[in-house]
């Protein structure tokens, strides 16, 4: 999708060099944001090593919530909900058993979402259920979220999950689409 974005703005592919305007790749290390030069860009800034992944994105936003919620940060004038910006889950392998005592509570009607820690684009999301549960592996590191209950899901009034993806930059016009899911 991106490659096709960048083909329609004319830009072209080039595989080596230096003289290039944009680069859509990795994460680059600390030297190669250091030798960027003032037209190039990339997709990416410095230190962001945290919300680049998913799992790591969720170990920094529970670290903040702890950390808001101690005593001794009561004064500092943040909200206590300021990071409830993603509903709660389990960091897989580690919380792989948490995660599973809790699946099989409430016989078995949880429904979870499961997102591979480093893939990007939808690539490899999918819902797990009672169905499907001993499809989760064991050792893949992923993010998992409850996202509702069978046969409440179409009664209830709450909000299970809101996944809002998007891309940012200088768009001469840009167009947000959200979807709730109820």
């Known amino acids: 999708m991106a490659q ?12 080596s060099g230096v003289q290039w305007n944009c ?16 037209f190039q860009k990339v997709n990416h800034f410095p230190g962001s090593w945290c919300i680049g992944r998913k799992d790591r994105l969720m170990r920094c936003i529970g670290r903040a919530k702890r950390t808001l919620s101690s005593p001794a ?17 389990w960091i897989l392998p580690a919380e792989y058993n ?3 005592r809790s699946a099989e509570e409430n016989n078995g ?20 259920h009672k169905n499907n549960i ?7 590191p992923c993010v ?19 996944l809002v993806y998007g891309v940012a ?9 959200i979807i709730k899911f109820n």
């Open 134 to 140: 001993n499809t989760v592996p064991k050792d893949k």
């Open 109 to 128: 009607r949880n429904v979870f979402i499961i997102k591979p820690s480093a893939s990007a684009c939808g690539r490899g999301i999918r819902l797990i």
């Open 73 to 89: 940060n009561q004064n500092l004038g943040v909200p206590s909900n300021s990071f409830d910006i993603v509903p709660g889950g």
């Open 98 to 100: 948490s995660w599973r």
């Open 144 to 162: 998992m979220q409850q996202v509702g209950e069978c046969r409440e899901r179409a009664t209830s009034k709450a909000s299970y999950s809101q």
């Open 169 to 177: 930059g200088s768009l001469p016009h840009t167009e947000t689409n």
């Open 23 to 38: 680069s859509w790749a990795k994460h680059p290390t600390t030297a190669g944001f250091e030798a960027l030069n003032r």
């Open 4 to 15: 096709n974005a960048f083909i329609r703005a004319g830009f072209r592919r080039k595989i």
